[in-house]
């Protein structure tokens, strides 16, 4: 598997505007666009940093997996996501090394992306996602 570099870093919020405050007006980032993907029941706010970004992710509804996480762990990282070159030959060697993973097929993702996550028993507690744009 090629990972190429870090693509984004998932940080679960209860509200864009509220959390996107700090990154905005004290860290001077700027939130490129905001995107509703409503199969995973989240918006988006997009912070790009060079060849990486920043993702708040606000639930929109009571149930969704972002919501799930805040009432668990409470608001910070959710997970960190790597671009690969091929997410669909990255997911088969994850596979044949028996990794446990939560989608066995990539999915659409926010802002065009497919991605796929592996499960965080396999990784110590973190949620990763590998995406691929």
């Given at each position: 598997?090629?990972?190429?570099?870090?693509?984004?870093?998932?940080i679960?919020?209860?509200?864009?505007?509220?959390?996107?405050?700090?990154?905005?007006?004290?860290?001077?980032?700027?939130?490129?666009?905001?995107?509703?993907?409503?199969?995973?029941?989240?918006?988006?706010?997009?912070?790009?940093?060079?060849?990486?970004?920043?993702?708040?992710?606000?639930?929109?509804?009571?149930?969704?997996?972002?919501?799930k996480?805040?009432?668990?762990?409470?608001?910070?990282?959710?997970?960190?996501?790597?671009?690969?070159?091929?997410?669909?030959?990255?997911?088969?060697?994850?596979?044949?090394?028996?990794?446990?993973?939560?989608?066995?097929?990539?999915?659409?993702?926010?802002?065009?992306?497919?991605?796929?996550?592996?499960?965080?028993?396999?990784?110590?507690?973190?949620?990763?996602?590998?995406?691929?744009?």
């Open positions: 598997m090629k990972i190429k570099h870090i693509d984004h870093i998932g679960a919020v209860k509200s864009i505007e509220q959390a996107g405050k700090f990154y905005t007006e004290i860290l001077g980032l700027k939130i490129q666009d905001i995107e509703n993907v409503a199969d995973q029941k989240v918006n988006v706010a997009f912070l790009p940093i060079t060849d990486s970004e920043l993702e708040l992710l606000e639930s929109t509804e009571a149930d969704g997996p972002v919501s996480y805040i009432a668990a762990r409470g608001q910070g990282v959710q997970h960190i996501a790597f671009r690969v070159e091929n997410i669909g030959e990255a997911l088969e060697e994850l596979k044949s090394k028996g990794v446990r993973l939560i989608d066995q097929t990539p999915r659409n993702g926010a802002g065009g992306a497919r991605i796929a996550f592996i499960h965080p028993k396999e990784t110590n507690g973190v949620l990763v996602e590998i995406c691929e744009r």
